[in-house]
């Protein structure tokens, strides 16, 4: 369990096709305090630590990247010099500062562009098919593994869904959405009551 709060943007070293893609990606934690087989968000999908340690340019950890995670995130992710948002686990007793995220991706979303507003840049999502109807004006979901308000939903005639978030100055500086250009895949998480309040309602409907 995360809460959307990214604590570093770790880099990708090196990418290793074994029977699954081993990442080694270098990070300003305090490896000595990650457990393997703990969990680590990487932009937003739960990942298992597989092997650690430190180097002359600091620490690293390792996590086995499967090919279904692989068909189903954003591209460009996975490559050598690829930059991630990394969260550790939630422990008891942690600050519950964005909202509960599991990191696990429902789709992947595309910037259509950005613009300007006051200190902050608005950025246009266009959301995956099918998402649409979890994504509510002021609802949180998480991009890239970011804790994000909805600031604006549309539905556009092709039946796809645009949405509209807002990136502050300190999450510009301190993940990846600050360079979020046109075209850009992203991975989407929707809010976790909105995908179980969607299950309980399809259950009584039937």
Known sequence: MFTGLISDVGTVRSAEQRGDL???????FDVSAI???SSIACSGVCLTVVDKGTAHSGGWFAVDVSAETLSRTAAGLWT???RLNLERALR???ELGGHIVTGHVDGVGEVLGS???GDSVRIGIRAPAGLGRFIA?????????VSLTVNDVREEKDGSTHFAV???PHTAANTTLGKASTGRQLNVEIDVLARYLDRMLAARSH
Request: charged fraction near 25%; proline fraction near 3%.
């Open 80 to 82: 050598e010099g690829a």
């Open 115 to 117: 613009c300007p507003e």
């Open 166 to 168: 807002n990136i502050i």
């Open 35 to 37: 457990d393997l087989g």
């Open 22 to 28: 081993r990442l080694t990606v270098a990070t300003a």
């Open 92 to 94: 008891i007793g942690d």
């Open 137 to 145: 004006e002021k609802g949180s979901l998480t991009l890239d593994g």
